[in-house]
């Protein structure tokens, strides 16, 4: 049991990484929580079409995500190796990569965000209106455009932070954005203090703000303590990037651009394979997603924790400790997780009780929350397993392990379950989830094989 349990200073070191950003997203997915009850508060409608707006939105910020992840794997060993002009140049490189993805999404949202938004607005049982929650969705994507550039922006700036050990700036930006989010929701969404009643539009206006705001703390407080951040006194000197690093970056960025813009389409496919079942299952998913998002955060933070430290260790050249640092990291996700998944088993009934909608929705969501408590601990083990690959610049296996394994298992199952079967949403939802099981068996065969085990900065 050794092998998988590390001392004092491992879990000291991991915490602080761990902790700032664990914190930052258990903020930021607490408020979208109380944030999606304050909207579902208008009505099922409203709530429908603002949950069918951010699972569009979502392959936006994957995307983003994604495309600076190859700069980040690169950031992260630079800094180990004590090279901080490796550092600027892979910044300088995030801020095309972020550039590109926020115009080519505008141009796609502004055009073709109608015709998206209607492939998941089918009748089901309660006979919801759907011509309003087509309105709705259209009335919050249109203000919603507005947050895409400050949150690329400000994504590349927080990604070089973390990458560096700044952990805590970005989830003190998080956290002010987030509260202004909510403060503004309750004005704007309701009417207080004076202000207009503009319900879904409120909550998109208030995102837009909070997303500016967060955006603003990031920058300036990185420009301000240069002497923290020596990346910034070459970062913009230049407009040029090596031309080695550049093809560094787009061997293993672009796999993991593809990756996350083909992941987060598949989850938007997943849902609306699930939607077939009526706009209640568009509602009771939205309900599930929001809350199981809250719990999730245990096992994302620790991925990018696994990330930061593996990523470190192989840049400064100890490629073993590197090997035993993953295992403990990965084992002490998975424990934790296993915790988290019970607490959510127990409490899903409770949640759902806090949304203005019927008692069908409440229940149908309780459900599926607790079909995804159960696979906690497997999905905990899969996104070790990616960013531990990632780590270790293995971005066609990620892209084989993650997106790939999706749209050649995952979505065809769902389509065909959706399409060409009259299961109930229940036993479908939970055959999907199933799928994590042999995704799993992958995780580990591509860990044991040690190929991610390399440091990619000094040969």
Known sequence: MKQYIGDRAFYRRLFTIMIPILTQNLITNFVSLLDNIMVGQVGTEPMSGVAIVNQLLFVFNLCIFGGLAGAGILTAQFYGSGDHKGVA???????????????????????????????????????????????????????????????????????????TGETVLPMKAGITAVLVNLALNYILIFGKLGAPVLGVEGAAIATVI????????????????????????????????????????AVMGLPLLINELLWSSGMAVLNQCYSM????????????????????????????????????????????????????????????CAAVGLVMFFIAPLVPRIYNTSESVRSLASQLIRVVALFMPFFAFTNSCYFTLRAGGQTIITFVFDSLYQWMVVVPLAFVLSRFTAMPIVPMYFAVQCMELIKCVLGYYFLKKRKWVRDLVNG
């Open 89 to 163: 140049d892979t910044f300088r490189a995030k801020l095309y990569i972020a550039f590109g993805a926020a115009v080519s999404f505008l141009m796609i949202f502004s055009f073709g965000g109608e015709a998206l938004i209607r492939q998941f607005i089918h009748e089901g049982g309660e006979k919801l209106d759907m011509a309003a929650t087509l309105m709705h969705a259209k009335d919050y994507l249109h203000i919603m455009l507005f947050q895409i550039p400050p949150f690329a922006f400000q994504m590349a700036y927080a990604s070089t932070l973390r990458e």
């Open 277 to 336: 079942r009526g706009l209640e299952v568009v509602s009771a998913t939205n309900i599930s997603s929001t809350v199981s998002n809250l719990f999730f955060c245990a096992f994302l933070s620790m991925g990018n924790a696994t990330s930061i430290i593996v990523g470190q260790i192989l840049g400064a050249g100890d490629l073993e400790r590197a090997v035993d640092e993953d295992r403990k990291l990965i084992a002490f996700s998975v424990a934790l």
């Open 210 to 249: 909070a997303r500016y705001i967060e955006c603003a703390i990031i920058v300036l407080w990185t420009h301000r303590h240069r002497d923290r951040n020596p990346f910034l006194e070459t970062a913009y000197t230049t407009f040029r990037i090596p031309g080695t690093l550049l093809w560094q970056i």
